[in-house]
Every structure is written in C-alpha cells, then in structure tokens.
C-alpha cells in the first residue's frame, strides 16, 4: 500500500539539503521555488489552510520534476511522488493559461502517436523547422527503425524487449538501431514487439494519472515474457520503473524490475572485442546526464564505463554535471524562459570542456542541448547517444 500524502509531507524535516541542487531554486533563490519551498505548499493545501489557486499552481508548473532533490535528502523524502500528487490535483483545481492549453493540448495529442508524429515531421527533412526545438533529421532518420528481431551473435544469454518509444521512435530510430545491435552483439536475442504504444511517461509527468494507469498496462501488455525490457530513453525508463507504484499490482512489480536503461544491460553483459579503425583521430566526448537516469534511476557509471571502453574516446567531465538542462519533458515549451536560461548555462558548461562531441540518453536532452548550442553559435557541435559509439 502506498504512503498517505500526509506521510509523505512528515518525513520532511526542512533541513535545506535539496536547495543547492534544484536548478529553480539556483536560478531564482525563492523559497517557494525549491522543494522545501513546495512541499510547504503542498502541506498547506493538503491542510486546507490555502487553495490550490493560480498563485500556487505557479510555484509547482515551475518544478522541472528532474529528481535531484531525491537523492540528495538525507531523510528519504520522495518528493517524486509528491510533485506527481499535487499536479494531479493541479489539473483538477487550479485553471491554466489559454496558452499553456493550448501547448499541452497539443503536445499530448501528437507526441504519443508516432505516426502522426512522423507524418507532421517530413517538413523537417526538408529543412524546415518552424520552431527553435525542432529537431535537424534527414529522410533516412525519420525512417530509421531496427527489425522486429535482431537474433543473438555467438553465444544466447537472454531475450530483450525494446522499448521503441514515441519522439525516440520518430526522430532517434538510429538509437533503438544501435542498440539492437549492440544487445545482439553480446549475446541477446532482441525483439521490437509490434502494437507498443506511449509507455506514459509524458502523461505521469504532465499530471494525467488515469491516461499514465491505461498506458502503463497497455504496455506491460505488449512488452512482458522477455527477460528484460530496455529503454533508450531515460524518461521512459524511469517512468517504467516505477509502474509497481503507479499500478499496485505484483505483476506490475515484476515487470518493474525487469526494466533497464540500455547502458545498464550494456555494462553488465561482456563486450566483444573493441577494434579502433585506422586513422581515427581522438575524441574528447562529454557525457551528459539526463537527470531521469541519474537522479531517477541512479545510473550514472555505466555509460560513462561503456565510453571509456570505446577506443579513442576520451572523456571529459564538466562542472554542475548533475544540474538539469531544462528539458524535462514539456517544459522547455511550458516554461520557456527557464528552461531556455538552463540549457545555455549547462550549454556553456559543456563548451568549456571543449569537446568534439556530446553523448546523452535522452531524446528530449538532445534536442534541448541542440537548441541551446544553436543559440551559442555551436549548432555544429554532434550529439549522439552513447550506444552509438560502440560501432
């Protein structure tokens, strides 16, 4: 059973750890506007000492949901869940701007159906890109897709579900591409079930519960009888990981536990031999952390281990490495200014370690770091996922 939000809300004692990680709090320096700050907030409407009015609903529409705040606190408090709650109640009580309405309507009527998403995205290989977060793709990435099976090579250790995704299905079919065939080269038989839709992510994320509780069951539905299922999109995989909660339910659970980041499965199985091409020049890449897999799923080793593996990478850290980019899911188009004032700060992070190369897990850190280069004048710098330099 889970916790009250009541208990939830105790087992905060406003000791002040998250303020120092939570990127709103470093951009604006307002109580209300760090976790600390919005649990009070959540306290006082779950006390009924104020309405969730639009005032209030300012300060948790602010909150990026980037998890940082999570495992910095000393006493365990799962802010995730309480954040979710109160956007839940959120969407039921406090009225939104005719614009972020709009948006959201939007959003949520295109981003979880690929095809349509595809077909509305063709004016892009063309070199169209009415808006700044548009993506640059080419005819052969929008049909970018790996087979519906990829079979083992050499020895068979395990069979693979893979998450397709929808944004990461669409305009980063090259990752799910590689991935299938780096699983398949350490021994996986890799299936791509047909029928799987949105995992949810996006929906849990914007406060649409019961959309998240039927998109969650849909695909355990499509994805269970493998002996794990990996996701591409950090996301996604933290979103999957958490269905045992979302759902209550042992099967749920079950299939909760078999959900890996593609890097995790990656680094645990062992590597075929490494052949560095003749005549490849050094790279110094930085890996940036989607803050979904850091800070949501607690990965952050891994990549970086398969990095190091690849010959010729070097890799470089950079400052704030935890700090989120302003992604998070719509929000760099819910929140534009901050979002736009985080993805050049860690924009300018990552340029100061003067790289050839970035290497995220994430779709939508992707774009937004694509973004924030252009603005920058480094629109040239490539930014690829990690499983796409194991060759």
Known sequence: MSASTRELLDACVHCGFCLPVCPTYSLWGEEMD???????L??????????????VALHLDRCLGCLACVPACPSGVRYDQLIERARVQRREQAPRSLRSRAVERALFAVVPRPRLLRALSWPLALGLRPAALAPRVSVSELRAAPPERTAAVGERR????LLSGCAQRVYFGRVNEASARALAARGCDVSVPLGQGCCGALHLHGGREQDARRRAEATIEALSGYDRVVVTAAGCGSAMKGYGELLESDRAREFAERVCDVT?????LPAPAAQQRAGEAPRRVVYQD????????????????LLRSVPGVELVEIEDAGMCCGSAGTYNLLQPQAAR???????RSI?????????TANPGCALQLAASLRR????????????????
């Open 34 to 40: 760090s976790p600390r700050g919005r649990i009070q």
């Open 42 to 55: 959540i306290g006082m409407v779950e006390d009924g000492e104020v309405e969730l009015d639009a005032s």
């Open 158 to 161: 395990m069979s693979v579900a």
């Open 264 to 268: 995790e499965l990656l680094a645990e």
């Open 290 to 305: 989607a803050c979904h897999l850091l800070h949501g799923q607690g990965v952050s080793e891994q990549p970086r281990q």
């Open 341 to 347: 004032e985080l993805g050049e700060r860690k924009a």
């Open 351 to 359: 340029l100061a370690a003067r790289p050839d190369l970035i290497a």
């Open 376 to 391: 920058l004048g480094r629109g040239d710098l490539p930014i690829v996922h990690p499983v796409e330099l194991l060759g």
